[in-house]
């Protein structure tokens, strides 16, 4: 481990790293290419690993076959409130069980923890009555409440709270020798120092609320609500099969924004990830 | 005025009501109150609604409600579909949890080597990660039709494919590699932390001592890096028994029921054959295997974890 | 003007008692060190002289006025910490006059006394910079300079020198000394560094929770 490799071993390593790379990459770039392909390409023998034709025709298909569009602002709006309404909440939880004395503390934080012992699957059916009877089916607030405040949130707010146990107990004394009470502490002080958990955190509640799939396809039924990953399948012709262009034209409108932003920011990401996996 | 003149002067000889401990009381149950509100609402009553439905018939197209004790467990029990959508999930779940591990391992690994380009690499392994998961699964489902982009690399080289998706046997291998595929990057990056995690005196105490590379491995990395594997294994366990999305667009649980794993079975019964009742007891069988896996696990721990933080 | 004194306090946690009822009277303008073996109790004294552990029994007094019930920000204190707790997220300007910033101190007086306690330290050159780019001796003093901004007539100050070197602690114990002589602050510090001790006007000595002796240097 860890020690200089002989000049014979690393064209294993990279050889070796190289073939297991291409069922990881290939199917991108294989979404990507097809979804430009005429029709006519897409299945073509031998396959064409770079597209000798490219026809951009099918992208407007996607908005002609569905309301895109306005599937896709519903998948934006909604990450983004759950994002934001999950970092916060979490943010507050997670402070108050890892800083704050107040009694049944503990008990309170077992309480909490039960939400990731309980997949969002088991309880979807009761779910779906609850909203029934809130008159809330078929709209984006199951999408929004539930993982804000439900089972989804409860990682969060585990991961936010082992942070906020590691930070130095006489950052805060100092704050209230200064003068702040504890909100005034929290916002002004933990929030501010908390930003690489609450970047993996947003990072992940992001991802998990634009990959949602069972929530959507149980509580919407209208195309005009649809989110992005119900949309997807939607593409099919008269027979029920699947019109394969448009689709993977729709999955890389989907996928490539995502992508871009990780690249950009794959740094965060990644030692985001690391920070609360190892902690959690 | 009597009142307040009274409570002025007095005020300096008691105690006032708004002690330290009293605010941080109110503001510990402040802060906590959206989250503890939540889970009550949205995980704990419906948890126990679960439960209440799954002791009635409640057809949803009938408009049927009715009381019916445990006849639902019965017919559970009873259930010439549920051997095998049970096989379907533990094969699935196992397949799942031992190629993912062993991946991760292998590439957390290679990728702790000191080489150039190994950020490159890592961000690519990572990239499934952050494809939207149905996008995904439609890209690979389109390379694992017939006449897909698979078999036609395999034809390249003169192999005729099997029509992945549509035998039993590949069909499952196909849900549980495109499965492994997508996710295997997070469980990579969580070994790679453990393994920069482990001192670097230990190998070099090792290497003066002149252990062999794989005893290294065998006897300092993996007892170091046991809680990571214990804590990803339980979280790819649980992620695996809550499936979906691939099965509904790779495979709608078939060929025949063989790849009908117990979510999607669920699903099945409660929304596509309006069996709220049946699919509230199926609820229950998901919420009761993932609590005993949880709680082997947690007992495994103390045999099996050699280091701890 | 800060004096302080100490009647019959005691601590207990839960059944534990681990003050025995401590007396002690700290004139204005002096600068006294509590020492004792660990646990005997002598940080958890400063710290509800502060306002950060509750009193269970017993009165302790700032200049007459009974602060038990008190936060620590309506006792007119400043402290300094071992690890110097430091915003990490401020500069050290921003970190100075945090305090006053919040209680609607104009900004030219927050300036005006960040860079007079700035200039006292000899920290006019770091204002900018962010505690992570200063030595630990840099950090003690800027907690130093965030206290004496702050302007309180009482400083507390918790193992100030354990963090640093021998002669960084030096330099700080000059600093402190200092701020009781040509301020006319009163200083009260925890400590068992020796160097500390001998500049102290007096040394007030605790074992397992009660008073054992007091020494004066005049």
Redesign the interface.
Known sequence: MKTDLSPRMKVVVYGLMTVLLIPFVFPTWWMVTSSIKPISDIFAFPPEIIPSRVDLSTYSRVFELQPFGRQYWNSAYIAALVTAGTMLFSAMAGYAFARIRFPCANALFMVVLVGLLIPAEVTIVPLFQMFLGWDMINTHWPLVLVPVFGAPSVFATFVMRQFFIALPKELEEAARVDGLGRFRIFWTIALPLARPALGAVGIFTFLHSWNLYLEPIVFLSSPELFTLPQALTQFTDAYGGAMWNVQLAAATMTAVPVLIVFVIAQRQFVEGLAHTGLKG | MNVAARSTTGKPHKRAFWTMERRDTLAGYLFIAPQLIGVVTFVLIPLGLVFWYSLHEWNVLAQTFRFQGLANYEALLNDPGLPQVLGATAVFSLGLVVFNMALALLLAVLLDQKLKGIAVYRTLFFSPVVVSLVAWTIVWSFLLQNNGGINALLALVGIEGPNWLRGSATAMTSVVVVQVFKNVGLNMILFLAALQGVPRELYEAARVDGTPAWMQFTRITMPMISPTILLTSIITIVGSLQVFAQIAVLTQGGPGMSTTVLVYYLYQQAFQFHKFGYGATLSILLFLIVAVLTFAQWQMRRRLVFYEN | MASVTFSDVKKSYGNVEVIHGVDIGIADGEFVVLVGPSGCGKSTLL?ML???E?ITAGTVEIDGLVVN?L???QRD???V?????????MTVATNMG??LE??RTPKAEIAQRVEWAAGILGLTDYLDRYPRELSGGQRQRVAVARALA?SPDLILADEPTASLDRNTADRLIDDLASLTRLHNRTLIAVSHDYALLSRMDRIVDLADGALTGETGHG
Request: proline share 8%.
């Open positions: 710290r502060a306002g950060l509750t019930e936060e620590p920000k204190i400043a402290m910490f071992q690890n110097y707790a430091l915003y990490p997220h945090f305090s919040h209680r702050n």
